[in-house]
């Protein structure tokens, strides 16, 4: 299982960016998909991620509410993060994640999901 991202880079605050993720080596359509991300000098946190079984809940952080969409292709094995109004402390690098059985309201810690990208970084300057 591999679990790849793309699309991180520099923006000005305020500006837009679109994450994405492509799953290889089984079929994701039935997996819990979404992103995570850690800070310079923090721990990681749980951003947005889409239930398991395809149900379509959509789980956010609030610190991202309003401002990130997460959407899937589960053709493609891919999840999505639009990110848009971005801040200075939304610089991280960001992780996309995967686990067959994931679908709380609680809020993840990251132990709950057990496939990992090697992460892209983002960076928002003020």
């Known amino acids: 299982v591999q679990l790849v991202e793309s699309g991180g880079g520099l923006v000005q605050a305020g500006g837009s960016l679109r994450l994405s993720c492509v799953g290889s080596g089984r079929t994701f359509s039935s997996y819990a998909m979404g992103w995570f991300r850690q800070p310079p000098g923090k721990e990681r946190e749980f951003v947005a991620a889409?239930?398991?079984?395809?149900?379509?809940?959509?789980y956010y952080a609030d610190s991202v509410k309003g401002r990130f969409t997460l959407s899937r292709d589960v053709d493609k094995n891919t999840v999505d993060l639009q990110m848009n109004s971005l801040k200075p402390e939304d610089t991280a690098v960001y992780y996309c994640?995967?686990?067959?059985?994931?679908?709380?309201?609680?809020?993840?810690?990251?132990?709950?999901?057990?496939?990992w990208g090697q992460g892209t970084q983002v960076t928002v300057s003020s």
């Open positions: 994640v995967a686990d067959c059985c994931w679908d709380s309201a609680v809020v993840p810690r990251g132990v709950e999901f057990g496939s």
């Open positions: 889409m239930g398991w079984g395809g149900s379509g809940r959509i």
